[in-house]
């Protein structure tokens, strides 16, 4: 890459153990190898309560503008997906929400989808099960078109993902950080030739 470019990588999960979050932790490796900036948001970090119009009424929480700034200063992103009965978390759904409300009376973030529009987004799910979270993203693709994001074409669901990570919690197979690495290049890829 010429210029590094900017990349959020983060999980739809704040389970101590959570294997999305590892994965995570793994796209920022490579994404970082690749020569990308690279911020790893913990949405545990953020104070962001169950979306409520009248809880919004009384003020955007501080944290839901941090979140909707982070989101406008990386071109690329990489979400890494649970699945929780066949789709995507409620953690990650509220997360969207917030981000995507306009806050009316603000110059800045009147327009809802302002952090959304443009962004190059790549896909990547883990499970324990044998699909790795893959109805999940079947699920999450449309929402994201839907807020004007571009969904990279080469996705990645990591099955069977209590046997994928050593004790550091590094992949342990080749395919497996191939397989993560497509998905970030292609990222990278697209997300660079929309800022040009």
Same mark, same amino acid.
């Given at each position: 890459?010429?210029a590094?470019?900017?990349l959020?990588i ?16 793994a796209a920022?490796?490579?994404a ?5 900036e690279?911020t ?7 104070d962001?309560p ?50 995507? %409300?306009?806050i ?5 973030w009147?327009q809802?989808l302002?952090?959304f ?5 790549g ?10 979270g893959?109805? %999940?993203l ?6 994201l ?9 080469q ?9 994928a ?8 197979e080749e ?6 690495q497509?998905v ?6 697209a997300s660079?030739?929309f800022?040009?």
């Amino acid at each position: 890459m010429s210029a590094a470019t900017k990349l959020l990588i983060f999980a739809g999960s704040t389970r101590t153990q959570s294997f999305n979050r590892r994965l995570a932790r793994a796209a920022a490796e490579v994404a970082t190898g690749l020569g990308a900036e690279v911020t790893l948001l913990e949405l545990g970090t953020l104070d962001v309560p169950l979306y409520n119009a009248d809880l919004e009424a009384r003020g955007t929480p501080t944290d839901v503008i941090r979140l909707k700034q982070l989101m406008l200063d990386h071109p690329g992103w990489v979400i890494c997906s649970p699945e929780y009965n066949g789709s995507y978390t409620a953690l990650l759904k509220n997360t969207l929400d917030w981000a995507s %409300s306009p806050i009316k009376g603000d110059p800045e973030w009147s327009q809802g989808l302002r952090c959304f529009t443009g962004k190059v987004v790549g896909l990547l799910s883990a499970s324990p099960g044998a699909l790795g979270g893959l109805r %999940s993203l079947g699920h999450l693709a449309p929402l994201l078109r839907n807020l004007q994001c571009w969904v990279a074409p080469q996705q990645f669901a990591l099955g069977q993902a209590g046997n994928a990570f050593d004790a550091d919690g590094q992949l342990i197979e080749e395919k497996h950080r191939q397989n993560v690495q497509t998905v970030v290049e292609q990222v990278l890829w697209a997300s660079q030739r929309f800022q040009s």
